[in-house]
């Protein structure tokens, strides 16, 4: 095992050249503090909930606020935002990084959660809820 270079090897290490990250720590208060992707994040994409396949991408600007805000968040936990929440369908997201990796994390709109355990912030459900309206409608879906 090695730390991936351009990472805390607290979020990301390699070994048998697969990419391991984290998905709790007790020391963390913030997303950012569990993910080191602060200033990493290269644009958002929405794919589909079905297969996993991509729709497309965020404009520029609303990749901007998105990544402004995500390392921002608090860590509440997962569990906590599955007890204080109803289930609902979410919105499946591809967070890009400039090294070119990608990580899936889902958005609960009511909720303005996200599975990784922290609720969002208005900007970021206006930007997800308005960027998935207008990447559906591009791609027909709508």
């Given at each position: 095992m090695r730390s991936m270079n351009g990472y805390k090897p607290s979020y990301r290490v390699m070994a048998g050249g697969k990419v391991y990250e984290a998905h709790s720590n007790?020391?963390?208060?913030?997303?950012?503090d569990l993910w080191d992707i602060d200033g990493k994040?290269?644009?958002v994409s929405l794919e589909s909930g079905m297969d996993g396949s991509p729709i497309g991408d965020f404009t520029p600007a609303a990749s901007a606020v998105f990544a402004r805000d995500l390392p921002?968040?608090?860590?509440?936990?997962?569990?906590?935002i599955?007890?204080?929440?109803?289930?609902?369908?979410g919105i499946f997201?591809?967070?890009?990084?400039?090294?070119?990796?990608s990580f899936r994390m889902v958005f609960y709109e009511?909720?303005?959660?996200?599975?990784a355990g922290a609720y969002g912030t208005e900007a970021m459900k206006s930007v997800i809820v308005g960027e998935r309206t207008r990447i559906k409608k591009a791609a027909g879906l709508m």
């Amino acid at each position: 095992m090695r730390s991936m270079n351009g990472y805390k090897p607290s979020y990301r290490v390699m070994a048998g050249g697969k990419v391991y990250e984290a998905h709790s720590n007790p020391n963390a208060k913030k997303l950012g503090d569990l993910w080191d992707i602060d200033g990493k994040i290269a644009k958002v994409s929405l794919e589909s909930g079905m297969d996993g396949s991509p729709i497309g991408d965020f404009t520029p600007a609303a990749s901007a606020v998105f990544a402004r805000d995500l390392p921002q968040l608090k860590l509440v936990g997962f569990d906590t935002i599955y007890k204080d929440n109803k289930p609902e369908y979410g919105i499946f997201l591809r967070v890009h990084l400039q090294d070119g990796t990608s990580f899936r994390m889902v958005f609960y709109e009511k909720a303005n959660a996200f599975t990784a355990g922290a609720y969002g912030t208005e900007a970021m459900k206006s930007v997800i809820v308005g960027e998935r309206t207008r990447i559906k409608k591009a791609a027909g879906l709508m």
